[in-house]
């Protein structure tokens, strides 16, 4: 097994944008079952990681 196996391609990834609210934020990640998620500036690049344990 390689680890091809277990990427997801980009456009398949849930993310959220730094102008995302809390709200959506929250609801993108209880639909796709994560406790965390990739935050993404307004250009695409990497922001960060925003959890579940932020938000409180």
Known sequence: M?????LI?????AF???NSSVGQ??????????TAIPLLNEDGTYAGTIT???ML
């Open 25 to 34: 934020t929250l609801e993108k990640m209880q639909v796709h079952g994560f």
């Open 9 to 13: 391609p980009k456009a398949k990834v």
């Open 2 to 6: 390689t680890i091809f196996n277990f």
């Open 52 to 54: 579940e344990g932020d």
């Open 16 to 18: 959220v944008t730094t």
